[in-house]
């Protein structure tokens, strides 16, 4: 089955870039998408296909996909963007979500 | 405003049978896949199952095929979740997810997510 491995953990001090990425096996011919979710609440999709953003979504979130590594990177981070971001794609006939990465803005 | 509401959770034994719902609204309905994806206590996201549309298409996580049944009402707006034979490890945060197609494609992603609803296995 297809695995998508991200950092358990990743921070990042206010006003700062944060990285987090996905790995899987040439996951760069795959779609990749990415959630948000804060604590008690149910996820929200910030990135659809690598690099595109749903309305309402900031400018400071942008993604990226090549090889075997996608990447989401929040830019200018603040305190707000605390929060588990998980990746996801479709792998034949499944949707997976990698391991969940826990974002702290110091 | 686009919502999804589930409902049924509850407290059930192992082995035993619970049906959960997720009501639509503020969207054509039968213009989007659906999914159900779970998340137990402390964990990571799970998907589970996904239909289509108009329900002429479906597609199950190995860890619940032969146990759970996706399912769809468009005439009442309503995604369904029939789960049998329920294990200790199915007990999670069952949440509803909307898609962005009709179909449940490769691209697929889950624009719009419920609040979910807690299913728990437990003697």
């Known amino acids: 089955s297809y695995e998508l491995a991200q950092p358990l953990s990743v921070s990042v001090a206010l006003g700062q870039t944060a990285i987090i990425t996905c790995g899987g096996n040439?996951?760069?011919?795959?779609?990749v998408n990415w959630y948000q979710q804060k604590p008690g609440q149910a996820p929200v999709l910030v990135i659809y296909?690598?690099?595109s953003r749903p309305s309402g979504i900031p400018e400071r979130f942008s993604g990226s996909n090549s090889g075997n590594t996608a990447t989401l990177t929040i830019y200018r981070a603040q305190a707000g963007d605390e929060a588990d971001y998980y990746c996801?794609?479709?792998?034949?006939?499944?949707?997976?979500f990698g391991t969940g990465t826990k974002v702290t803005v110091l | 405003e686009v919502q999804l509401l589930e409902s049924g959770g509850g407290l059930v034994q192992p082995g035993g049978s619970l049906g959960l719902s997720c009501a639509a609204s503020?969207?054509?309905?039968?213009?989007?896949?659906m999914s159900w994806v779970r998340q137990a206590p402390g964990k990571g996201l799970e998907w589970v199952s996904a239909?289509?549309?108009?329900?002429?298409?479906?597609y199950y996580a190995d860890s619940v095929k032969g146990r759970f049944t996706i399912s769809r009402d468009n005439s009442k707006n309503t995604l369904y979740l029939q789960m049998n034979s329920l294990r200790v490890e199915d007990m999670a945060v069952y949440y509803c997810a909307k898609h962005g197609a009709r179909t449940v494609t490769t691209i697929g992603a889950f624009y719009i997510w419920g609040q979910g609803t807690m299913v728990t296995v437990s003697s």
């Open positions: 996801q794609v479709w792998d034949s006939n499944f949707y997976v």
């Open positions: 503020g969207f054509t309905f039968n213009n989007y896949a």
């Open positions: 296909t690598d690099s």
């Open positions: 239909i289509s549309h108009n329900g002429g298409t479906t």
């Open positions: 040439n996951i760069g011919s795959k779609s």
